[in-house]
RNA sequence: GUGGAUGUAGUUCAGUGGUAGAGCGCCAGAUUGUGAUUCUGGUUGUCGUGGGUUCAAACCCCAUCAUUCACCCCA
């Protein structure tokens, strides 16, 4: 006998773990879409070049790079961002631009195994392309928080910045130079602390204390600060203090944000977000805004939903330049985090209703039966035997259904059926099928 | 990729070298058109896998696979 095993970091989804899986998808999808984006999908494979195209380091080991059957170097995808300037290239002439597009597919990484993360995994992209309208960033943020309330996640937190102001404020203490490593330091100084930060910078990249601790002081990272960022009134007080002191090559930047957060003031929706001075994202094709969400009951368990804005994403494949911003929802951390929190069921079915199977000569009554129900939008099955009475209340319950329908001779004659609830046990009898459809549906 | 922890029945776990255990679940019966309470009886194991030490290994040693945590990086 072969064992049957499957790969590190690769999972099987039982039904109590997909269907809550398909329905956070379909809900995602349905915002999407009253969006206005499109879906696209991209092969799973890729030409190895067009991945590491832009690929740093850290994405040419976690690659997964093999030679297929016609000896060409061929990989998976390791995001949906590549394949997706790839495809723009491809088929500039024949988008609209602005492009507004959904993408939920299965991406590979063959980096270590946790909780939450997987080498297998689903990201959920939504982009627009060729816009640099700040609306477009706008409508971004708005979709990442419509997203979060359709699948009734609360508590979610997105966090925003600026690279191109952070640089600004970098250059202010004359220190652009070394702006790549500043800004993956200061990304993790909720891990280590503004001490710890401030020793890397100084010990390994020589950097001056008076420089760091300006940026840190004008960051507003010097003292006591949240992991949550800047919230409130006190995020346009923060932008404009930067504003006054980077130079004036810089200042768009701040007003960029400045303009983001005061839409969301004006639309109310100002709480669900922050200005997070730490955030700066380690992918290097972003250059604009830059954002990533967190469920604020357990901020380390990761971002859940990240994204930013790029200048040229395509400017790899294609001499057509294409600006966007998008974001992309980690479906895979999401669903584990419902999980933890107990948020989905175990549901091993999406039946509603079961049909008992009282005899085998009812059959193509049960079936006809059945059909009035799925007409009215009731999943509905029917027992495939004749079994004990017992046991098919014990498949019901197993399956999490509630509603169970029994018929036989005496009720086919009346057409009226008798309808049981079994988490509760009440049991209502001669009930025409307008009236069960009508109970079950509440 | 680096470092730590874990792996025993369907499940949760006990078992520190001498015959593999418990609770829950599951199956059968008391109940052939009404289960989830109770009662009676029963079932379940390559002790993750492969080697080694030993008269004897679930237990000690080595390797390997998987899970998990931290780092790195990220969704």
Redesign the pocket.
């Known amino acids: 006998m072969i064992?049957p095993?499957i790969?590190?970091?690769f999972r099987d989804y039982l039904p109590e773990t997909m269907i809550p899986k398909k329905n956070i998808m379909r809900k995602l999808e349905s915002t999407f879409e009253s969006f206005g984006f499109s879906p696209i999908d991209t092969p799973a494979l890729e030409y190895t070049e067009i991945l590491l195209g832009k690929g740093s380091g850290?994405t040419d080991k976690q690659i997964y790079r093999f030679k297929d059957h016609g000896d060409r170097d061929v990989s998976l995808r390791f995001?949906l961002t590549v394949p997706l300037a790839r495809f723009v290239s491809l088929h500039y002439n024949e988008l609209v631009f602005p492009f507004k597009r959904y993408h939920i597919a299965p991406v590979w990484?063959g980096?270590?195994?946790?909780?939450?993360?997987?080498?297998e995994?689903f990201?959920c992209d939504f982009d627009i392309l060729g816009s640099n309208a700040l609306t477009a960033d706008y409508e971004i943020l708005l979709l990442i928080m419509a997203g979060f309330e359709s699948i009734e996640c609360e508590n979610f937190l997105i966090n925003i910045n600026h690279r191109k102001l952070l640089n600004g404020i970098i250059d202010h203490f004359g220190l652009l130079d070394k702006s790549q490593n500043i800004l993956?330091a200061i990304d993790?100084i909720y891990?280590?602390g503004k001490d710890e930060v401030v020793k890397i910078l100084m010990e390994e990249e020589k950097i001056d204390a008076a420089g760091i601790h300006g940026i840190l002081k004008t960051l507003r990272l010097d003292g006591d600060f949240s992991k949550e960022g800047i919230k409130g009134d006190e995020i346009f007080t923060v932008l404009h203090s930067i504003k006054d002191i980077i130079s004036d090559e810089y200042t768009v930047y701040a007003d960029e944000l400045l303009t983001i957060f005061q839409y969301l003031q004006d639309a109310g929706n100002l709480h669900k977000f922050a200005y997070n001075p730490a955030i700066t994202?380690?992918?290097d094709y972003y250059t604009g805004i830059v954002f990533e969400s967190f469920i604020t009951d357990r901020m380390?368990f990761?971002?859940?939903?990240?994204g930013g804005r790029y200048d040229n994403l395509t400017g790899l494949y294609s001499k057509n330049p294409v600006a966007g911003v998008g974001a992309?929802f980690?479906l895979?951390?999401l669903l584990a985090l419902l999980e933890d929190k107990e948020q989905i069921g175990k549901k091993q079915t999406v039946s509603e209703l079961i049909i008992f199977n009282?005899n085998n000569d009812f059959i193509p009554l049960y079936y006809k039966l059945a059909d009035q129900f799925k007409n009215a939008g009731i999943k509905t099955e029917v027992i495939l035997d004749k079994q004990k009475?017992?046991?098919q209340?014990?498949y019901a319950?197993?399956k999490g259904v509630t509603w169970v329908v029994?018929?036989?001779?005496?009720?086919f004659k009346a057409n009226t059926f008798?309808l049981?609830n079994?988490?509760?046990?009440t049991?209502t009898k001669a009930l025409t099928v307008e009236e069960i459809i009508h109970t079950i549906k509440g």
Do not use: H, P, W
Request: aromatic share 6%; proline share 0%; charged share 40%.
């Open positions: 064992e095993k790969l590190k970091g850290e995001d990484r980096e270590n195994t946790q909780k939450g993360r997987y080498r995994f990201q993956q993790k891990k280590i994202r380690g992918l380390n990761g971002s859940v939903c990240s992309s980690g895979d951390r009282m009475i017992n046991n209340f014990k319950e197993r029994i018929a036989a001779d005496e009720e008798n049981k079994i988490i509760d046990g049991e």
